[in-house]
């Protein structure tokens, strides 16, 4: 009963939730900032609780997400740029090779699959490494993945070193609505995630980050579940990554750097590893003071005949940047720790509820 | 075909030689803390900044022993600041952090230089040009690979044969014995982190005298592939990252030579993930075994 | 008395070898169905070695480990390790196919081990430690267990955990953190993790560490039993003398990872060898 | 400890949003300021502040509004430049100048597109930054003119192979570089093609190629960052063939690196400050005044008071831009749109006017000389496509 109660509350706080930010676009407007940053720290949301999942969930130190945020943009942009404009996006390859367009929702889960696909083939050698060996190694093959997308050689298909666009991006597909489609899907995603990470497969991922060996002795057979959350992991990072080429509405290989990865780590980890809801919110604090907050820091200000001292382009950054490390070094664990939002009240643990034996 | 390949192979010998230099930092602070620095591709940059303003107003001579102390000075604060309060902190913790201080690092750079590219002053003896066969190069190009042997030679003596050497052996074998024996960590790890950044400084030197452009950015790629290097040499084993620098270096500059620029990059990565399939632990690291 | 018992587990001239160090050295022994083996040696004889060798954590160096007659670890040295070796017998296996299935798969197979030095899920509860291990004998996929269509298995699930942990009187701890119980609740717990694996063999390293006489006399009834009521065979590594004496059918004892004696506990107590490995009998 | 910690994040969260006059017309300059391009664009901004100092204010609807510039750095890269471009809308801005680099162009393009508000490309070249988007005028000549236009003089200089050299992932270079290589083949030259990764730092084996190659002139078009190391690099090696660029090399940087240097290197470009025409000798005494009365502006333009091309092309863009929204008379983004084809203006880089995409009809580059003796650039010819 208890369970079913929480189950409603949680629905109704999620629906509110999606209500106001609802609401947010229909009083701010589409090209507000906090509509920007509802739009973009969804996105970034769903990317760290994917990372979330392999690195808090399963105690996989990957760094291989940028890698798979890439594919799952590509796959998106490429399916879905109308064909009329496929001759001028593609001016330097005669239209490329691709020669049709499907829906954005076809394409959004294609991203996914290719992403998915790409990591069941890159998981099959590196999921044996270890800790840092294995993070080096993902790190390794998310540069790789850019190098390939970038070569000139398959520039009929990626368009090369240059930029996609003009394919249906968050503002065109549901006009007006654009923060609501986002939360929709990546509310979807991570809903799945959740369902997921609380299953007996979750317990699974967990046994293994708490002790490999253990978990082996108990017939869990490590490389096949670390394969399954590293394919699901970069399933979703796919996702994310179309996701942010809808919302950038331009797509250029360049920036998915491992400077990407480790900014959703540092999301992942300021959030908690191991809690959802706290990637979650991280997302939307480190999206809204980087872009939104502090961007009042990059211009000059003049109080009354004052000149505040400091202020110049890129102030933002480095006041954003002491404020992460004091985050990270006063308050290790995180917002949340390994905790989630629905749990706060309740005792450890006792949310497996339990039952009459 | 060697006159084609020529300049390429000098060119892979030298930035080897600089990205050796790097290395032994990363190698030396995960030998003793298992951490990866990342922040020690910004420390290198840092000191390239270091250098362009130093030369502005100071002579060279007098510029460069003050790159080196101020490098050490920065290195040395990060590592009390960021890293020592969180010695007793998960793993984890510690890697984010350093991440943090990356982060840092290339914002304040940015803000205080504008975001612009910076020239690099050049160094008397090492910016001048010579003929080697059919291929033109500056000095410093010859002269990396021999400084940076001897510099790796030095410092393995340092390693053997001191003091403090010793105590570096032995923090990195077991930290808490060590520890326990009587071993002050927190001066060791100190000790660390200064060769580490004086060894960066100086291959700061060296590789923007070759590449004279310094941007806030532009040690992540270097950084990444010295840790690379690292990794490819058995990480914790300092002639391992030099031969690793050295064969990545090299590598990545004949891949250019055979017209496949792109994935010159790309090409350092999957030599390494196919040394770490083969050699889980890098060319010359030692195996270790769980214990359960 | 127990020739007439079917043979559970066997081991067959297995060495372990870590660089020269020879851990363990030909050992063979024998389980047989509903039997309470104790293995007994002195610190660092290779008993705890010997599990991993059974449980898959190690691949022997060399000889092989039968499980209901069925190999489950087959080798011969290999690689470096042809020079190296120092064991014996090296060459009798050398025709045999090189089988070494991973930890888990043999757990798959039945048996399943507890861990001398505790390896609890230390952020999980003492439910969750055992539903854990539930997970093994699982129907459900992925999909079908993210999408909920595994509700009936799942309950199932829950309500083994649940009982497991009645019947090591951890009931009233189900929903403490394992890492917070105390010790000799933390061995009960690992036991009945074991137990959800549904193994017919149960491997036990040092149940009674850290127990007073007392605890420790429970513990012996205690797997007497569970052994019965799950059916089991047990092979336990163990120091307490008294429980070993009093609950183990044959022991067999290793010292500098050889087998230096075997057979019923009175057999052992009074067999010299035995003795002066305990004691230390200087030589001279 | 924490909870004062934890106070102090909330509170700098909360700093408030400050409040806005409203007697004032925004103009988002959309420029980077930092990163590989962020020399050319801060050139660009000057040129935009200067216009912006002589014509403070705009009349819309018999009212007099002051015109406020709004700056947001694009950092030279295609992801930052998406939300540099949603702060300006954030912003309200009216109309969006910029950006220099026509990667981060066509990236904030489309945020530009969405909310409805115009931007005049300044000296973005790529074709697709006004094919791909309606909400994008330009106010410079195109790719496919400047690669011809630098084909056509390299073969005027009797080169007869040239050695391309772009940075992979820089629309700019690239484009720019096969619109050359696909004139120069035309004219019947050879071409050996090479790109770079970002953040390279050593061009010598790249030059070696282009010395081994047997090539006679060098064309890269690539951030002023890369070409000052490329032409030490040339130096170096003693190239004495000619090493071409377009509209980028036009830097100070680029003098600094050939001064006192065996090389020859020219760019085409958009502007010359020895232009006779009234309107331009006008604009670049009053310029120079200007910018020398400030020092930090000064070091802005690199440090000189060389008129750089791309400022007069951003004071023109400022100029079109009053007029477009004067011709609207009204504040309003769509309003402007809607004016913007129509509009003409006699600007000192020329007349402007709009085609059909919203390019200007522009069909004449100036190409100029780094002199590495004076340290300046000289102008040597105009040059257009017709022949």
């Known amino acids: 009963m208890k369970k079913n109660l929480r189950l409603i509350l949680s629905l109704v706080a999620v629906a509110v939730l999606f209500f106001l930010a609802w609401l947010v676009e229909k009083t701010e407007g589409t090209q507000s900032m906090a509509v920007t940053v509802l739009q973009k720290g969804a996105v970034y949301a769903l990317i760290a609780v994917s990372m979330n999942l392999l690195n808090g969930f399963t105690g996989l130190f990957s760094l291989g997400q940028a890698g798979f945020m890439l594919v799952g943009a590509y796959t998106y942009a490429v399916l879905t740029i109308p064909m009329a404009k496929r001759a001028a996006v593609y001016q330097y390859y005669d239209g490329g090779w691709v020669q049709f367009t499907i829906g954005f929702l076809p394409a959004l889960l294609a991203a996914g699959a290719v992403a998915a696909v790409f990591a069941a083939l890159i998981g099959l050698p590196v999921l044996r490494l270890k800790g840092d060996y294995l993070a080096i190694a993902t790190l390794g093959f998310a540069e790789i993945i850019r190098a390939i997308v970038q070569w000139d050689g398959i520039g009929p298909l990626t368009n090369g070193s240059n930029l996609l666009k003009t394919y249906p991006t968050l503002k065109n597909i549901m006009p007006g609505n654009t923060v609501l489609f986002t939360f929709l899907v990546v509310g979807l995603c991570i809903g799945l995630i959740l369902l997921l990470i609380n299953s007996t497969y979750g317990r699974a991922f967990k046994a293994i980050r708490d002790d490999e060996t253990a978990a082996e002795a108990m017939g869990i057979n490590l490389f096949h579940h670390k394969q399954m959350a590293f394919v699901i992991s970069s399933f979703f990072a796919g996702i994310g990554g179309a996701l942010l080429a809808m919302y950038q509405g331009s797509l250029q290989a360049n920036s998915f750097k491992s400077s990407m990865t480790y900014e959703i780590l540092l999301i992942v980890v300021i959030g908690g590893l191991g809690s959802v809801s706290g990637s979650v919110l991280a997302s939307f604090l480190f999206i809204a003071a980087s872009e939104w907050w502090l961007r009042f820091l990059d211009s000059e200000m003049l109080i009354g005949d004052f000149q505040v001292p400091l202020l110049a382009p890129g102030f933002r950054m480095v006041v954003f940047s002491v404020v992460i490390m004091v985050v990270v070094l006063f308050f290790r664990k995180g917002i949340m720790g390994d905790r989630e939002l629905w749990e706060l009240g309740s005792r450890r643990g006792a949310k497996e509820g339990r039952k009459k034996a | 075909m060697f006159n084609t390949i020529l300049p390429y192979l000098l060119a892979g010998i030298s930035v080897g030689g600089q990205y050796a230099l790097i290395a032994v930092g990363y190698t030396l602070v995960y030998g003793i803390l298992r951490l990866i620095n990342f922040a020690h591709g910004d420390i290198f940059t840092a000191a390239g900044f270091f250098m362009v303003y130093l030369a502005a107003s100071l002579p060279v001579g007098l510029s460069i022993p003050l790159v080196i102390l101020l490098t050490v000075a920065l290195g040395f604060t990060v590592e009390r600041v960021a890293y020592k309060p969180l010695r007793t902190a998960p793993r984890m913790s510690i890697m984010i952090s350093a991440i943090g201080v990356s982060y840092l690092l290339q914002n304040l750079m940015w803000y205080l230089t504008g975001g612009l590219a910076k020239q690099y002053p050049g160094l008397p003896g090492l910016s001048g040009t010579v003929q080697i066969g059919p291929a033109t190069t500056k000095i410093v190009t010859i002269a990396t690979p021999f400084l940076t042997i001897a510099l790796v030679v030095a410092l393995v003596m340092l390693i053997n044969h001191t003091k403090v050497g010793m105590a570096m052996r032995a923090v990195s074998v077991d930290f808490e014995t060590a520890q326990l024996m009587g071993i002050k960590i927190n001066s060791v790890i100190s000790v660390t982190f200064v060769i580490g950044s004086a060894m960066a400084a100086i291959g700061s030197m060296l590789y923007f005298t070759n590449y004279t452009a310094v941007t806030p950015t532009i040690g992540a790629m270097p950084g990444l592939k010295a840790f690379v290097a690292a990794v490819f040499g058995g990480i914790g084993s300092i002639p391992g990252a030099m031969i690793g620098a050295l064969i990545i270096g090299i590598s990545e500059n004949l891949i250019k030579a055979a017209g496949w620029t792109a994935f010159s990059d790309a090409f350092t990565f999957a030599l390494l993930i196919v040394v770490l399939l083969f050699r889980p632990t890098g060319l010359f690291g030692e195996k270790t075994t769980d214990k359960v | ?284 | 400890m924490k909870k004062l910690l934890a106070m102090l994040l909330a509170v700098m969260m909360l700093v408030p949003a400050f409040a806005l006059a409203d007697d004032v017309i925004k103009i988002g300059v959309f420029e980077p300021s930092t990163g590989d391009n962020g020399a050319g664009g801060k050139q660009e901004i000057l040129g935009i502040e200067y216009a912006n100092s002589l014509a403070p204010t705009v009349t819309v609807g018999g009212k007099e509004y002051k015109v406020e510039l709004v700056v947001a750095d694009n950092q030279s890269l295609t992801d930052k430049a998406v939300s540099a471009a949603q702060s300006l809308m954030g912003e309200k801005v009216s109309i969006v100048l910029g950006s220099y680099g026509s990667g981060a162009s066509m990236a904030g393009g489309d945020v530009f597109a969405e909310a409805g508000v115009p931007a005049i490309g300044v000296s973005c070249t790529n074709p697709n930054v006004t094919l791909l988007c309606d909400y994008y005028w330009r106010i410079c000549f195109l790719d496919p003119f400047q690669g011809t236009v630098m084909a056509n003089f390299a073969k005027e200089l009797g080169a007869t192979k040239a050695y391309v050299l772009t940075m992979l992932g820089e629309d700019y270079g690239v484009g720019l570089g096969k619109y050359f290589v696909d004139a120069f083949k035309k004219l019947g030259g050879d071409v050996i093609e090479e790109n770079f990764t970002e953040g390279n730092g050593d061009f010598a084996a790249y030059i070696n190629n282009a010395v081994n190659g047997g090539c006679d002139v060098i064309f890269s078009p690539c951030a002023t960052t890369y070409a000052a190391l490329i032409i030490e690099q040339a130096a170096s090696q003693g190239v004495t063939f000619p090493i071409l660029a377009g509209d980028t090399w036009e830097n100070s940087a680029i003098l600094d690196a050939a001064k006192g240097k065996d090389v020859k290197v020219y760019c085409s470009t958009f502007f010359d400050e020895k232009d006779d025409s009234a309107a331009a000798a006008d604009f670049v005494t009053g310029y120079k005044a200007w910018l020398n009365a400030d020092e930090s502006k000064k070091t802005n333009n690199g440090g000189n008071d060389i008129v750089a091309a791309v400022s007069a092309l951003g004071f023109d863009a400022y100029n079109v831009a009053l007029t477009a929204i004067k011709a609207a008379d009204s504040a309003d983004p769509a309003a402007i749109a809607a004016a913007l084809p129509s509009v003409t203006y006699e600007g000192v880089t020329g007349a402007i006017a709009f085609d059909e995409n919203g390019d200007a009809l522009k069909d004449m580059a100036y190409i100029k000389y780094a002199n590495p003796e004076t340290g300046a650039f000289d102008f040597v010819k105009t040059q257009s496509v017709s022949e």
């Open chain 3, 1 to 284: 008395m127990s020739e007439e018992r079917k043979n559970v587990l066997r081991l067959e001239d297995i060495t372990m070898q870590f660089g020269g160090v020879v851990a363990i050295n030909n050992l063979s022994m024998e389980v047989n169905e509903g039997e309470i083996v104790a293995l007994i040696g002195p610190n660092g004889a290779g008993k705890t070695t010997a599990f991993n060798c059974i449980t898959g954590v190690y691949e022997p160096t060399n000889g092989a480990v039968y499980f209901h007659g069925k190999p489950i670890a087959v080798n011969h040295p290999t690689g470096k390790m042809v020079r190296q070796y120092a064991g014996i017998n090296g060459e009798k296996y050398l025709k045999e196919p090189v089988v070494a299935p991973s930890a888990d798969k043999i757990t798959a197979l039945g048996i399943a081990r507890t861990f001398q030095n505790i390896r609890l899920f230390k952020s999980q509860t003492a439910f969750e430690n055992v539903l854990i291990a539930t997970h093994l004998r699982r129907t459900s996929n992925f999909l079908t267990a993210t999408f909920r269509l595994n509700r009936k298995e799942e309950k199932a699930m829950r309500e083994k955990a649940m009982s497991l942990l009645e019947t090591v009187g951890l009931k009233d701890e189900a929903d403490e953190l394992a890492t917070s119980l105390p010790y000799g609740k933390q061995r009960r717990l690992e036991i009945a993790r074991a137990l959800a694996t549904q193994p017919t063999l149960l491997l036990l390293d040092e149940p009674a560490a850290g127990m007073n006489p007392q605890e420790t006399d429970e513990l012996g009834e205690f797997i007497v039993d569970i052994k019965n009521r799950f059916h089991l065979t047990v092979l336990m590594i163990e120091h307490h003398m008294n429980l070993v004496m009093d609950i183990s059918d044959r022991i067999y004892v290793l010292d500098f990872g050889k087998q230096i004696a075997q057979g019923t506990p009175e057999e052992v107590q009074r067999n010299p060898v035995v003795i002066s490995a305990y004691l230390g009998v200087e030589e001279e």
